[in-house]
């Protein structure tokens, strides 16, 4: 009996071992298959992106957009401890197994059964690592026993391809640490503000507690739970002779600091690099931006915004410009980043209506093509036939100032006679292609579009666009694309004469003083270029400033489009700009342009434009080869008034009494308006439109007629009332039979 009892032990001994033996050996062949049949993620054969550091000029962060897959930090340069710890608490046997814990399995299922539901999975670092590089699909629900059978197999197959030091890299390159940090490198610096070779036992060791539920063991969160799990982490390290006894009670013992965020400077800055470079963006990426010099950007914006809120202005925008290099130095978007609504909207990148902000390009091509720096231009009411009907430009006051220098004109920005030099130069075309030329991507449709009123601002344009374009005015005529990356080849400076005189213009207190006052925001202590600009309704107020060092430009106004209250580009903008070119040139220094060489100064008579020495005259630059002619007795009348050419006529008239000046009487017709085939609208509502102006000079019995309207005198006018239809008009002078015929189109609005 006792040798038969014997026998059924050894027997039952034999299948105890056999059963469990064949287990084995029948879960690693049916593992061994799947690992040749399936397929490997692709992005384990493809390294994860490097997250994105993005650096002012200086090296230092401004914000870091870490990756969505990890990062790729090698091996050596993630200490020993991390290993451990991520070994202690994720899985002890990783350099043992191949790939599947066959001890973790078991000892899983035995708990997940004693429980009656899941409380413990067994994934080896192998497979946790395929997990990560699977995409998954958000819609797919719970995993199933199918992945994590596919993950196993897959663990095996890359357990077979790859080294247990490369596998222990792209895990801890790739692994999920909570608050969007993927791998050892961002979460170290996350949470403790270091690189991961600078980490503490117990810093790895609550790293690597937290790769276990990033979102229950958050430590920013829920610092008791992750702490206990650190401990437990710590534990296992000593238990595993990876971590000695005296260093376990440091570790446990250590505070933890956290940092817990990320720098996030000049953000509008960084959103417009992210967006538009031309160049892949990865790694630590070095800026153009200068940070102390954006921190005083953003203070002094935040100021003048809530100084101008009674005014109803909300927001502003600033660009800083190094011309040497064209690097943006300094870039704010908004006065509030955050702000609901429209704080990201960025103000230096929207396209607004300029104003007059684009007349310097026009006075520019003037003196390229060879208008004389003197040059005397009509400020008086004017109309130009174009496709849509007369356009008739107006100046920012209402107000007409008859004859006046280029140099006033410009300084003063009055429209009238940026509309006539544009309108010599041959319309809008040299103007559109020269700011398209310079940079200006908004102007994108033909240049008939825009018209003569493109000089005045009636085509969008962006602020840092534009500030570039004033960039190359400061480089006396060398245009550079603006760089957001850290470049410090020097942009050679031109030499144009034009674009001197255009500074020298710009920064003539004096001259502008008509418009603006001796002490407006434009005054300066020492030479700097400036124009504003407003737009309709005052929508948009603009101011630009530079010397040969810096260019800024301003923006203040609305998102909304809303209009300011009676806020011009000399109220609302320019005490922006004047203190940011104030602050520029008492920490970063500024200076001067010499005069060409070949520019000598002549006073000038302000209303002849010659050369003169009376009380009256001012100086100005001419090349040394063009120097205006004296003036001389024949240029004025017997009472001493300065004669002006027939363009003054109707200006004179409008005068109640006598003036300074005299218009020179000619005896040579000429038709001035209406041109032929100008189409006239007739309002209903507005009487006044039926009338039409017939306009001639010279002559001695002028007579005008239509066989179709009747002709009559309004107010020292001759006027045509209209009707609809095509109309034709004979103008001759009776005494020598000199006459012209002209036609125009009349509609009904």
Partial sequence: ?????QQVIRWLLLICGVVPLGFIVAFYSALEMASRLVQLPNS???????????????GKPLRLVPSAEGGNLLLEEIPKVVHAAVLAAEDRRFLSHSGVDLFRVIRAACDNVRSGRIVSGASTITQQLVKVATPRNPSAGRRGWSVKIYEAAAARQLERRWSKQR?????????????????IGAASAYYFGKGASALSEAEAAMLAGIAQAPSRLDPLRRFKSARNRQLTVLRRMHEFGWLDKDRYERAVAQPLQFEGSRPFHAPHFVDLLRQKSAVPLAGRVVTSLDLPLQAELEQIVVRHVRGLAEKQVSDAAVVVISNQTGEVRGLVGSANYFAERSGQVNGAWAPRSPGSALKPFTYLLALESGVS???????????FETADGPYQPENYSKVCSGPVPMRMALANSLNIPAVRLLEELGGSRPLAERLQCWGLSTLTKPAGFYGLGLTIGNAEVRLLELANAYAALARLGTYAPFSMLRDDTPIPTGDSAAAWLIADM????????????????????????CKTGTSTSFRDNWCFAYTPEFTVGVWAGNF?????????GVTGAAPVAHEVMEYLNRFYGTAWYAPPVNLVRVRIDPVLGKATQNAESFNEWFPADRIPEESRQGDFDGAGRALLGPEYADWLQSFPGPTRYACQKTEVLRLIAPRPGTVFLIDPDLPSSRYIPLKADGGKEVQWSCESLKIEERNGGVFAVGEPGIHRFYLADASNGAGFATWVEIRRK
């Fill in 560 to 568: 909304d489009g809303q209009p300011m209250r009676e806020v011009s």
């Fill in 1 to 5: 009996m006792k040798h038969r009892f």
């Fill in 506 to 529: 710009l920064s003539d207190n004096g001259a502008r003083s008509t418009a603006f006052g001796f002490y407006s925001a434009l005054r300066f202590d020492f030479p700097v270029a």
């Fill in 373 to 383: 720096p003197g040059r005397i231009v009509a400020d008086v009411p004017c109309s």
């Fill in 167 to 183: 596998i222990l890299r792209e895990y801890l390159n790739r692994i999920d640490l909570g608050h969007m940090n993927r791998g």
């Fill in 44 to 58: 384990l054969e493809n390294p994860p992106p490097d997250a994105i550091e993005f650096l002012d000029r200086a």
